[in-house]
């Protein structure tokens, strides 16, 4: 149980609107109170102006001896005691829903000033925003964290070990079509959307740590109001393009021969002989089904709860908490998964950024890193050229 005189802690979204119903709970609750030698009026600040502020345990006449004390309604405690409102605090404290003559339909949470207790994954049992800010700030916060800097950390020794995934061979200038034109716009909106995304989503949990002191208060606040607007504007275009990827390439991430061997050989990363794969080989499509198809799922839908735009749901503040904790945990490993990807589709493998930029790669990349789907194209299974644009330095072909 809460002592009397302890403050209440309001937090997240019940932060304004809880310091507001206190403060005008308060100036006519203790407007009432004695004034006491513990909270000179003289000291009060220009803006409280008239509230005498005054500690429970001091308001006289001390009645702590009356029968039932302890378990007496706010009416009957100011009988004995007027000014002191602890027991209406007591319940305000357990989550207890008040009278609010707003229309619940519009304003589900109007009478209730503090959520009733409950325990998240990881929280101690307390009210919800106080365990959601527990939630947020001893796990997801340090521990998010600290896996994006493990994953980038572990990258860049496996660059500095590795080096670039190099192309043995030389280039034969036959080219295959490897990403259509819109393969690629739909690859690109949603990379783009993606780092906008993420970029912004870093900023907003973990700017205090390290832009706050760069920045200072002023600078940072604009900064990061700026993006979370982007943020919000961001989400629906990276989802609509998460859907377009999704129908695009499922085709090719299906499972198929050899992605088990691959599987167990690590795709021969450490060997130095690559494992021969289809059109995408196993690591791509776990990184497909994980990353694009689950992960995907979760973070867009709990990011449209967020952005309140799923109809039908009633937004109070337990909704938020948990698509709050649900999408910052899904966004991490996200990001997390992407990393990889954003590596090795870049610094980490030769040949294949041209690819996606350019459309084309050549017949060497093709059958050093995927010499199944090489195979199929020799073998006319699959067209070199499925779009109606040309190869780089190659004409028509009627
Ligand atoms: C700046 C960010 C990114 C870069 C530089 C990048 C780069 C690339 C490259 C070079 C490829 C071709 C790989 C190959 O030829 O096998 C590729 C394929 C692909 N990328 Fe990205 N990518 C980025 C972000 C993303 C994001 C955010 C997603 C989805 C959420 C994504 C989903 C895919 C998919 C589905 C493929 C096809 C291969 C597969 O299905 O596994 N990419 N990317």
Excluded at 25 to 47: E, K, R, V
Excluded at 157 to 174: C, D, E, W
Excluded at 361 to 376: F, I, P, S
Aim: proline share 6%; glycine share 12%; charged share 15%.
């Amino acid at each position: 149980m809460r002592h009397p005189t302890r403050p209440i802690f309001l937090s997240g979204a019940s932060r304004v609107a809880g310091l507001l119903l206190a403060a005008s709970c308060l100036s006519s609750a203790w407007a009432q109170a004695p004034a006491t030698p513990s909270a000179p009026p003289a000291a009060a600040p220009a803006a409280t102006a008239g509230i005498q502020s005054a500690n429970i345990m001091d308001v006289k006449p001390e009645a702590s001896a009356e029968p039932g004390y302890a378990s007496q309604t706010n009416g009957e405690r100011g009988k004995v005691q007027p000014g002191n409102n602890a027991p209406m605090w007591r319940q305000v404290g357990a989550g207890v829903s008040g009278f609010s003559s707003l229309p619940p339909s519009q304003a589900p949470e109007a009478g209730n000033l503090i959520q009733p207790f409950v325990q998240y994954p990881g929280s101690s049992l307390t009210n919800a925003g106080e365990a959601w800010r527990q939630v947020r700030n001893n796990w997801l916060i340090p521990y998010g964290g600290a896996l994006l800097l493990i994953v980038l950390g572990a990258i860049a020794l496996f660059y500095v070990s590795k080096g670039t995934i190099k192309q043995h061979g030389a280039n034969t200038g036959r080219k295959i079509e490897r990403f259509t034109p819109f393969e690629r716009s739909a690859h690109w909106s949603n990379a783009i959307a993606f780092c906008i995304l993420a970029i912004s989503g870093i900023v907003i949990a973990f700017g205090k740590y390290f832009l706050l002191p760069v920045l200072g208060l002023t600078l940072f606040g604009w900064l990061s109001y700026a993006l979370k607007n982007l943020h919000n504007f961001a989400g629906p275009v990276f989802a609509v393009s998460l859907v377009i990827i999704f129908v695009t390439f499922v085709r090719d991430n299906l499972p198929s021969r050899g992605d088990l061997t691959w599987l167990l050989k690590g795709g021969g990363l450490l060997s130095g002989k690559e494992v021969p794969s289809h059109r995408f080989n196993a690591g791509e499509k776990l990184v497909f089904w994980a990353g694009v198809f689950a992960l995907g799922l979760v973070v867009v839908g709990s990011g449209f709860v967020l952005d309140k735009l799923l109809p039908g749901l009633s937004y109070e503040r337990g909704t938020m908490q948990i698509a709050h904790m649900v999408h910052a945990a899904a966004t991490v490993l996200m990001m997390a998964l992407f990393i990889g990807h954003i590596y090795i589709g870049t610094i980490g493998m030769e040949g294949a950024y041209q690819g996606m930029k350019t459309g084309y790669v050549d017949e060497t990349w093709a059958r050093e890193h995927h010499e199944y789907w090489a195979d199929d194209i020799q073998a006319g299974r699959i067209p070199a050229q499925r779009s109606e644009a040309t190869a780089p330095g190659q004409t028509v072909r009627v």
